[in-house]
């Protein structure tokens, strides 16, 4: 190996060796310690060889240390832990405490710092992702604002007629749940594969996946071939190959497709935002080769790998030029509508995004291939991190400070004995890089202990050890350590090196010591941050709890709904009547989606001229799903299943009565919107006659503001949509009176699932309740708030542990003092005040400072949510009391034990 | 000169024989590991390899470097008269030990 190759880690070893050990040995130590790590990367690797080479030197260097020159440094270095030693023992207490803060500290910043890096290193795996892109555009079905991460299939082919910077252009497309059967000696079993996505042939020249079995080159090149993972693979044929078997995709209409299996993927890393199972070749999608050209599908990931040294800048401008010219053509023949009118001025943008991007950016906010990461919860687990750590530096420095003085008349000896400054000073950083040092090694033996309660907790699969061998991480330790040793020890150092020894020797030194006014400021500090957290975890929890009460319009108690209920096709209507005759249920009801879920939507406007076009959710569903979810009717009447015209009618809620022109129950007066018609302004111009009018319910998280929503007949068969006709859901209201314990749930639920095998045996069974998807709709803030409950109560545990050192350090200074006060009759309590009150002040002071930060804070991160719990002042009272009341507890032993202190024994030594 | 030496300054000893000029730190650690199958640290061989040196049991001189070594010499080791007969004392006092065991009968 050549010496350019050594790794940092390696070379700060021989440079240990180089140092410390005797000249005439170097060369040949040298020499040994690379034929060594040869021998043993070839035989054990590189993490046992790095390692060893490290135990070698410094096996090397203790052993040979006496052979160098210039003894003195060895001599010394032996003799300074020595002593650094021997006062760590001689205050037990200090030591611990300071050693207990500092170590929590770096632990908990190891761990979130493990976490951001995991979060902000998505899909750095690439082979090419430097110069893979994926293309998004403007929300054009909302805010066009808005950057939205899936284009139509259009913006593919425009970009390879006339954008000539990509090497590839690749489109993929989100098949949705889609069941799956493969039959295997005549046995057939099914899966539900919910990771399965269409991609077009040149998907792998773009993504470099690697391929276990088959030919990147053409496994996507004929129609119905797939590509599986290595897992899925093992599902299916267990150890068997897999290579050109046949597996079959069910259709909502109960037929199946056959698929031929052409190649595996090894299976995709977790840091990936693209996460699928199964892959087929996109011309296996219904109407994709007629679509290809369209602008407004707009469910496609579509991706480009530039050319090499390609201005992405240039090429974005270039981009701009594609929609006026393209899309046109679609809203023509769509929405007849030319590409200004269907803009209506607003731009169309293209967007390059660099892959690596994708996870973490604020926007787009939505995945539809794989994971989206939060941006705002990597932020503040970043600064959370960095506080704790602060603080526990803060900490660290704080005592150390404080525990030096007590060191003054070693100092005056030492020097008296003829130390020059500069061993003084050596010395006290020497002493405080060790302590900084054995920290960071428990540190780390913490994290690597406790990660695994983490990860259940972070749902990540975080692991130090690999960073182990990383240089950088190696020299942010070393970095680390030498500014929060310099930084502590540089004090003591400075100040103390500088006396007169005569002076502190005499005692003089105690009384001039001026460490306190930085001392109360950092501890000013430290509490500002633990009261600003508690504040904010509070209404972080209030927050929480508050959003399951608000009142969400319908009853989401008691539903239990069944998924995947499209696998039936005709058959959900059997089932339904079958489920309607158990008496558990007091109404069964379909629907083509659930709250809090209710993502379809489209473009509307009502009948008449120049009505304005706009954007209205939708579901379809049966008459028993509205009754089912007890939704208020303002006007009008539920859909009638005796009535045949029903079918084609439609019910809005009230936001969409406004917002398509009609007005308010207020102002609509005697013309209401019943009767009138809604237009989809999309293809048919079909007419859809209002019926009723809903009172606004929340169909989506609490999180959002209610939108205007159109609800169709399921039975509309002439609406163009995916899910008319066949609804995806049965929803089920149960009587309580039916489900008394969990027992009886648990029943209920076996027996629908009886039934639905009954129908359908291959039919994949899930089944959630809506209280609880309401409340996943909560899902990461939640996670976010235990996390955050975590570190709060560390913040506090490192600042009760330095002002627990604080006022034991201010106990000791002060004990002749409260001796003296207590001869001239001082009372017990009068001490315990007197001592008590120095501290109370900084807290007091803490809370002053903390009480605005943590209200902007608070009032920032509420403004996420449509619907927000106030911000009560009690929260703060509380924050300040709980602060104050850790604070005086944290004093209160320290002050009874100096006020209770025999006077006699405290001035007895003078 | 005692009768007897430490045990691994011995088995180093042997080691530098048995290598007969290419003794240097890692081929006489691993010579040894091959023997006694156990595994001794770098850092051990050559503190003894230098306190034998310095007992003037061992002599060295510098040579013979490897691209492996990234063209550093090595410390090639040598065994001294003096060392030949500090085996072979060790070797006497061994001898003569041993040869006072009772004689043993195999079942006994």
Same mark, same amino acid.
């Given at each position: 190996?050549?010496?350019?190759?050594?790794?940092?880690?390696?070379?700060? /070893?021989?440079?240990?060796?180089?140092r410390? =050990?005797?000249?005439?040995?170097?060369?040949?130590?040298?020499?040994?310690?690379?034929?060594?790590y040869?021998?043993?990367?070839?035989?054990r690797?590189?993490?046992?060889?790095?390692?060893?080479?490290?135990?070698?030197?410094?096996?090397?260097?203790?052993?040979?240390?006496?052979?160098?020159?210039?003894?003195?440094?060895?001599?010394?270095i032996?003799?300074?832990?020595?002593?650094?030693?021997?006062?760590?023992?001689?205050?037990?207490?200090?030591?611990?405490?300071?050693?207990?803060?500092?170590?929590?500290?770096?632990?908990?910043?190891?761990?979130?710092?493990?976490?951001?890096?995991?979060?902000?290193?998505?899909?750095?795996?690439?082979?090419?992702?430097?110069?893979?892109?994926?293309?998004?555009?403007?929300?054009?079905?909302?805010?066009?604002?808005?950057?939205?991460?899936?284009?139509?299939?259009?913006?593919?082919?425009?970009?390879?007629t006339?954008?000539?910077?990509f090497?590839?252009?690749?489109?993929?497309?989100?098949?949705?749940?889609?069941?799956?059967?493969?039959?295997?000696?005549?046995?057939?079993?099914?899966?539900?594969?919910?990771?399965?996505?269409?991609?077009?042939?040149?998907?792998?020249?773009?993504?470099?996946?690697?391929?276990?079995?088959?030919?990147?080159?053409?496994?996507?090149?004929?129609?119905?071939?797939?590509?599986?993972?290595?897992?899925?693979?093992?599902?299916?044929?267990?150890? /068997?190959?897999?290579?050109?078997k046949?597996?079959?995709?069910?259709?909502?209409?109960?037929?199946?497709?056959?698929?031929?299996?052409?190649?595996?993927?090894?299976?995709?890393?977790?840091?990936?935002h693209?996460?699928?199972?199964?892959?087929?070749?996109?011309?296996?999608? /219904?109407?994709?080769?007629?679509?290809?050209?369209?602008?407004?599908?707009?469910?496609?990931?579509?991706?480009?790998?530039? @050319?090499?040294?390609?201005?992405?800048?240039?090429l974005?401008?270039?981009?701009?030029?594609?929609?006026?010219?393209?899309?046109?053509?679609?809203?023509?023949?769509?929405?007849?509508?030319?590409?200004?009118?269907?803009?209506?001025?607003?731009?169309w943008?293209?967007?390059?995004?660099?892959?690596?991007?994708?996870?973490?950016?604020?926007?787009?906010?939505?995945?539809?291939?794989?994971?989206?990461?939060?941006?705002?919860?990597?932020?503040?687990?970043?600064?959370?991190?960095?506080?704790?750590?602060l603080?526990s530096?803060?900490?660290?420095?704080?005592?150390?400070?404080?525990?030096?003085?007590?060191?003054?008349?070693?100092?005056?000896?030492?020097?008296?004995?003829g130390?020059?400054?500069?061993?003084?000073?050596?010395?006290?950083?020497?002493?405080?890089?060790?302590?900084?040092?054995?920290?960071?090694v428990?540190?780390?033996?913490?994290v690597?202990?406790?990660?695994?309660?983490?990860?259940?907790?972070?749902?990540?699969?975080?692991?130090?050890?690999?960073?182990?061998?990383?240089?950088?991480?190696?020299?942010?330790?070393?970095?680390?350590?030498?500014?929060?040793?310099?930084?502590?020890?540089?004090y003591?150092?400075?100040?103390?090196?500088?006396?007169?020894?005569?002076?502190?020797?005499?005692?003089?030194?105690?009384?001039?010591?001026?460490?306190?006014?930085?001392?109360?400021?950092?501890?000013?500090?430290?509490?500002?941050?633990?009261?600003?957290?508690?504040?904010?975890?509070f209404?972080?929890?209030?927050?929480?709890?508050?959003?399951?009460?608000?009142?969400?319009?319908?009853?989401?108690?008691?539903?239990?709904?069944?998924?995947?209920?499209h696998?039936?096709?005709?058959?959900?209507?059997?089932?339904?009547?079958?489920?309607q005759?158990?008496?558990?249920?007091?109404?069964?009801?379909?629907?083509?989606?659930i709250?809090p879920?209710?993502?379809?939507?489209?473009?509307?406007?009502?009948?008449?001229p120049?009505?304005?076009?706009?954007?209205?959710?939708?579901?379809?569903?049966?008459?028993?799903?509205?009754?089912?979810?007890?939704?208020?009717?303002?006007?009008?009447? @539920?859909?009638?299943?005796?009535?045949?015209?029903?079918?084609?009618?439609?019910?809005?809620?009230?936001?969409?009565?406004?917002?398509?022109g009609?007005?308010?129950?207020?102002?609509?007066?005697?013309?209401?919107?019943?009767?009138?018609?809604?237009?989809?302004?999309?293809?048919?111009?079909?007419k859809?006659?209002?019926?009723?009018?809903?009172?606004d319910? @929340?169909?989506?998280?609490?999180?959002?503001?209610?939108?205007?929503?159109?609800?169709?007949?399921?039975?509309?068969?002439?609406?163009?949509?995916?899910?008319?006709?066949?609804?995806?859901?049965?929803?089920?209201?149960?009587?309580?009176?039916?489900?008394?314990?969990?027992?009886?749930?648990?029943?209920?639920?076996?027996? =629908?699932?009886?039934?639905?095998?009954?129908?359908?045996?291959?039919?994949t069974?899930q089944?959630?309740?809506?209280?609880?998807?309401?409340?996943?709709?909560?899902?990461?803030?939640?996670?976010?708030?235990?996390?955050?409950?975590?570190?709060?109560?560390?913040?506090?545990v490192?600042?009760?542990?330095?002002?627990?050192?604080?006022?034991?350090?201010?106990?000791?200074?002060?004990?002749?003092?409260?001796?003296?006060?207590?001869?001239?009759?001082?009372?017990?309590?009068?001490?315990?005040?007197?001592?008590?009150?120095?501290?109370?002040?900084?807290?007091?002071a803490?809370?002053?400072?903390?009480?605005?930060?943590?209200?902007?804070?608070?009032?920032?991160?509420?403004?996420?949510?449509?619907?927000?719990?106030?911000?009560?002042?009690?929260?703060?009272?509380?924050?300040?009391?709980?602060?104050?009341?850790?604070?005086a507890?944290? =004093?209160?032993f320290?002050?009874?034990?100096?006020?209770?202190?025999?006077?006699?024994?405290?001035?007895?030594?003078? | 000169?005692?009768?007897?030496?430490?045990?691994?300054?011995?088995?180093i000893?042997?080691?530098?024989? $048995?290598?007969?000029?290419?003794?240097?730190?890692?081929?006489?650690?691993?010579?040894?590991?091959?023997?006694?199958?156990?595994? $001794?640290?770098?850092?051990?061989?050559?503190?003894?390899?230098?306190?034998?040196q310095?007992?003037?049991?061992?002599?060295?001189?510098?040579?013979?470097?490897?691209?492996?070594?990234?063209?550093?010499?090595?410390?090639?080791?040598? $065994?001294?008269?003096?060392?030949?007969?500090?085996?072979?004392?060790?070797?006497?006092?061994?001898?003569?030990?041993?040869?006072?065991?009772?004689?043993?009968?195999?079942?006994?």
């Amino acid at each position: 190996m050549s010496k350019s190759q050594k790794s940092i880690a390696r070379k700060l /070893a021989s440079t240990l060796i180089q140092r410390w =050990v005797g000249h005439a040995y170097i060369e040949e130590f040298l020499g040994d310690l690379d034929e060594m790590y040869e021998d043993r990367l070839a035989a054990r690797g590189k993490f046992i060889a790095e390692g060893m080479y490290w135990v070698d030197a410094i096996h090397l260097t203790v052993g040979f240390s006496s052979t160098v020159k210039k003894q003195s440094h060895s001599m010394f270095i032996g003799n300074m832990i020595k002593i650094a030693w021997r006062s760590a023992v001689h205050q037990k207490q200090f030591t611990i405490l300071n050693l207990l803060g500092l170590t929590l500290g770096v632990a908990t910043c190891l761990a979130i710092g493990l976490y951001v890096y995991d979060e902000s290193t998505y899909d750095t795996f690439h082979a090419n992702g430097d110069r893979i892109y994926r293309i998004n555009q403007s929300m054009i079905w909302g805010d066009w604002n808005e950057e939205f991460g899936s284009t139509g299939p259009g913006v593919t082919e425009a970009i390879r007629t006339d954008i000539p910077d990509f090497e590839q252009v690749t489109r993929i497309f989100y098949v949705g749940d889609q069941l799956m059967r493969v039959t295997i000696d005549d046995k057939a079993t099914h899966f539900n594969e919910t990771k399965y996505y269409a991609a077009e042939d040149n998907f792998f020249k773009v993504f470099l996946f690697p391929f276990l079995k088959g030919d990147p080159k053409t496994a996507l090149k004929e129609a119905n071939s797939i590509v599986i993972t290595a897992s899925t693979a093992k599902r299916y044929f267990g150890d /068997a190959d897999p290579m050109g078997k046949m597996i079959e995709a069910k259709s909502t209409t109960g037929t199946y497709t056959p698929f031929t299996i052409t190649g595996v993927l090894a299976d995709i890393p977790t840091q990936s935002h693209l996460q699928f199972d199964m892959l087929s070749s996109l011309y296996s999608v /219904a109407g994709f080769k007629d679509q290809r050209y369209t602008w407004i599908w707009t469910i496609f990931g579509t991706y480009g790998l530039v @050319n090499k040294g390609t201005d992405v800048a240039a090429l974005t401008k270039k981009l701009q030029a594609l929609p006026p010219k393209w899309a046109g053509q679609t809203t023509q023949r769509v929405f007849n509508q030319t590409f200004e009118q269907f803009t209506k001025g607003q731009p169309w943008t293209l967007y390059l995004q660099p892959i690596q991007d994708i996870y973490l950016a604020k926007s787009p906010g939505f995945n539809r291939f794989g994971p989206k990461g939060n941006p705002q919860f990597v932020m503040i687990f970043g600064a959370v991190g960095i506080l704790v750590l602060l603080l526990s530096s803060i900490n660290f420095m704080n005592l150390s400070t404080a525990r030096s003085s007590n060191r003054a008349k070693e100092v005056g000896v030492r020097k008296v004995l003829g130390s020059k400054k500069s061993t003084l000073v050596r010395q006290f950083i020497v002493e405080s890089v060790l302590f900084v040092t054995v920290s960071t090694v428990v540190a780390l033996i913490l994290v690597q202990l406790s990660l695994n309660a983490f990860n259940t907790v972070a749902e990540k699969k975080l692991s130090l050890l690999p960073h182990l061998t990383n240089p950088y991480f190696f020299g942010m330790l070393a970095a680390f350590i030498l500014i929060v040793g310099l930084g502590a020890g540089s004090y003591p150092a400075l100040y103390l090196s500088a006396f007169k020894p005569a002076e502190t020797l005499k005692g003089k030194l105690r009384a001039g010591f001026k460490g306190t006014g930085i001392r109360n400021g950092l501890v000013v500090f430290q509490f500002t941050v633990s009261i600003a957290l508690i504040i904010c975890t509070f209404f972080v929890q209030k927050q929480l709890s508050y959003t399951r009460t608000i009142d969400v319009g319908i009853s989401k108690d008691h539903v239990l709904q069944l998924y995947n209920m499209h696998q039936l096709g005709k058959g959900v209507d059997v089932l339904k009547a079958r489920l309607q005759n158990n008496s558990a249920f007091a109404v069964v009801g379909k629907s083509s989606f659930i709250p809090p879920y209710v993502w379809g939507g489209d473009r509307y406007r009502a009948e008449g001229p120049d009505q304005p076009v706009v954007d209205l959710h939708y579901m379809s569903c049966d008459e028993n799903y509205l009754r089912l979810l007890q939704v208020e009717f303002i006007t009008g009447r @539920n859909f009638d299943p005796a009535n045949a015209a029903d079918k084609y009618n439609i019910i809005i809620n009230e936001e969409a009565a406004r917002i398509l022109g009609y007005g308010s129950k207020e102002t609509w007066g005697d013309k209401s919107p019943l009767g009138k018609f809604v237009v989809q302004s999309f293809g048919s111009e079909e007419k859809l006659q209002i019926i009723g009018v809903v009172k606004d319910f @929340n169909f989506n998280s609490v999180k959002q503001r209610i939108e205007p929503l159109l609800i169709m007949n399921s039975d509309n068969d002439k609406h163009w949509s995916y899910t008319a006709g066949f609804p995806s859901y049965l929803s089920m209201r149960l009587n309580p009176a039916s489900v008394q314990n969990g027992d009886e749930l648990q029943r209920i639920i076996d027996g =629908v699932k009886a039934e639905v095998t009954k129908v359908d045996p291959s039919v994949t069974f899930q089944y959630s309740f809506m209280d609880e998807e309401f409340d996943n709709t909560f899902r990461e803030e939640r996670k976010m708030s235990v996390v955050l409950n975590l570190f709060t109560v560390l913040a506090i545990v490192i600042a009760c542990l330095g002002l627990f050192g604080l006022a034991a350090f201010s106990a000791d200074q002060r004990k002749k003092e409260l001796g003296i006060r207590k001869l001239h009759g001082a009372s017990i309590q009068h001490l315990i005040f007197l001592f008590s009150s120095e501290f109370t002040k900084l807290v007091a002071a803490s809370i002053a400072i903390a009480i605005p930060i943590a209200y902007l804070m608070t009032d920032y991160w509420l403004s996420n949510f449509a619907y927000r719990t106030p911000i009560d002042i009690w929260v703060f009272i509380i924050a300040g009391v709980t602060a104050m009341s850790i604070a005086a507890f944290t =004093v209160g032993f320290q002050s009874f034990s100096a006020a209770n202190a025999n006077p006699v024994e405290v001035l007895k030594n003078e | 000169m005692s009768r007897v030496i430490g045990e691994l300054e011995e088995l180093i000893l042997l080691a530098v024989c $048995i290598l007969d000029g290419d003794g240097y730190g890692i081929s006489v650690k691993k010579e040894v590991e091959r023997h006694t199958e156990r595994s $001794i640290l770098l850092g051990a061989v050559h503190i003894t390899l230098y306190r034998l040196q310095d007992k003037g049991l061992l002599k060295s001189h510098l040579g013979g470097s490897s691209e492996k070594r990234g063209d550093r010499r090595k410390r090639l080791f040598r $065994i001294t008269n003096k060392g030949m007969e500090q085996l072979r004392a060790s070797q006497d006092v061994r001898q003569k030990m041993w040869s006072l065991i009772p004689q043993l009968t195999p079942g006994s």
